[in-house]
C-alpha cells in the first residue's frame, strides 16, 4: 500500500495561470491577478521558478514574452532546473486567451491555502500530542495562521460601492436623517471635537496621561455610556485590575455612591438603593473583561472571539506598556510591534480601539501640558493612531487642580485632541472629574 500523501494541488491551473500571463500587452493579463497569488502559492517548483520570473519582469515594467522570460530564468540560473527550453515553451503554450486567468489564480491560490492549512494543522498536531506545550498557545499561533492567510487574499476593493455608500450618506447628512457608525463617548464636548463624532470602526484612539491620572476611569465611562446609551457591546483588556474592581468602578459611578462609604458602613438607606439600582442595570450590559493575555497575538485571539460570540462592538485596551512581548526585540521595537498588531486588528476587525498608554508627569508640569512627544517607547504609537488624547491635570498635579462645587469635589483636568485623523487637530478641552464616584464630565 502507497502511503504517500498528494498535497492538494492544480499544475493544470497552474500553467495555465502561467500562460495567461504571456497573452497580453506588456504586463496587463498579469496585473488582472498580481494580487490574488505569488510563486509560494505555486506546488510545482518549476511553476514557481517561472512565475517568479514573470513578477520579476512585471516589477520593471518590462514585456512578459518568451526572450524576457528566459533571459530572468538565465539571471537566476534556473533554466535548467524548469527543464529547459522546451519545457518553458509548452508552458507558454497552454492556452490561447488570457480570458481565463482569474479562475486560473483563484485555483491556485485555494490549493495553497489548503496546503497551508494542512501543515498549520499538522504542526497544532504534533504540539499537542507532545504534551509540551501551552493549549494557548497552540490556539493563538493556528488562529494567527489563518488570519494570515486570509490577509493574503486578493485585498484590492473596487471604489464603485464605496463611493456609492458615501453619495447616500452625504445626502442623509443634509436631510438630517444620517446615523453615524461611530461610537460616541458621551462626554459632548469631547464627540465634538473629533471628526467623525466619536471613535469610528477601524480607528484607534490612543488615550494617554501619566499613572492616577483617572485615564482607566475615563475609558470605563466610555465603555458604560456607549453600552448604556448606544447599546453597544464592548470588551475590556484589563491587565492591572480585576473584574471585581472594575464592577465595583461602574457601581459608584453609575449610583454616584463613593464605595468607601458603603465599606465604613455610612451609606445612607438612598445610597443602597441607588446601589443596588446601579447592580441590576449592569447585569442587562453587554461589557465583558479579559485579564490575562501571553501577547498581543493572544489577546487578539481572545477578541475575535468575543466579536464572534458576544458581538463587541468597541475594544479598550488598559495598558499598551502592559502587554507582554517576546523575543529579543528592544522595548522600543516591541511596543512598536504591538502597536501595529493592534491597528491591524482594529482594520481587520473594523473595531473602534481605544488604546491606553503611559505618559511621565513631566510634560504635564509644563505650562502647555502633554505634547505628541511625550509619549514614550515608540514614536510609532502616534504613527499608528487615528486619534492622540492627551489628558493631564491643569494644574500639572492632581492636588493643586482639586475644586468644589455644590456637587462636591473634583479634579479639573485638561485635555487635548493632539491627533485627530478626521478633524482638527490640536484642540483643548477640560474634563470634570469626580473622583469619589469616578465620573467625567
Known sequence: MNDQIIHPNNVEAEEGLISCCFKGEGTESYDLISGIVDPDDFYLERNKYIF??????????????????????????????VGGISAIYYVMDRVETSISIKYFAKLVKEKSQLREIARTCKLAAESALSETVDPDVIRSSVESKMVEMSEGSDRAMDLGNTVDQLRDDYEKMMSGDYVSEAVKTHIDH??????NGGIAPGEVMVLAAPTSCGKSQLALNFALRAAMKSDVPSAIVSLEMPQKQITQRFVSCLSKVWM???????ATKADMIAVNSALDTLQGLNINTIHSVKSVQDMASQVRT?????????????YLQLIPFGGKMSKNDAIADVSHKIKQLALELNLPIVLLC?????????????????????GD?????????????????????????????YIEM????????????????IFKFRHFIGRFY
Open 414 to 429: 485638561m485635555y487635548n485632541v493632539a491627533k485627530n485623523r478626521e478633524g482638527e487637530r490640536d484642540v483643548k478641552g
Open 306 to 318: 468575543l466579536v464572534r460570540n458576544k458581538g463587541i462592538k468597541m475594544l479598550i485596551v488598559d
Open 260 to 266: 468607601k462609604r458603603v465599606r465604613d458602613r455610612v
Open 358 to 378: 503611559q505618559v511621565g508627569r513631566e510634560g504635564a508640569k509644563r505650562p502647555g501640558g502633554l505634547m505628541l512627544y511625550d509619549l514614550k517607547d515608540s
Open 52 to 81: 517568479n520570473s514573470i513578477v520579476s519582469i512585471a516589477a520593471r515594467g518590462e514585456d512578459i514574452n518568451e526572450v524576457s522570460l528566459l533571459e530572468e530564468l538565465k539571471k537566476a540560473s534556473k533554466v535548467d532546473e
Open 190 to 195: 469631547l464627540d465634538e471635537k473629533l471628526g
Open 381 to 409: 504609537i502616534e504613527n499608528d493612531a487615528d486619534i492622540v488624547l492627551l489628558m493631564w491635570p491643569k494644574e500639572g498635579d492632581i492636588e493643586e487642580s482639586k475644586k468644589v462645587d455644590k456637587y462636591g469635589s
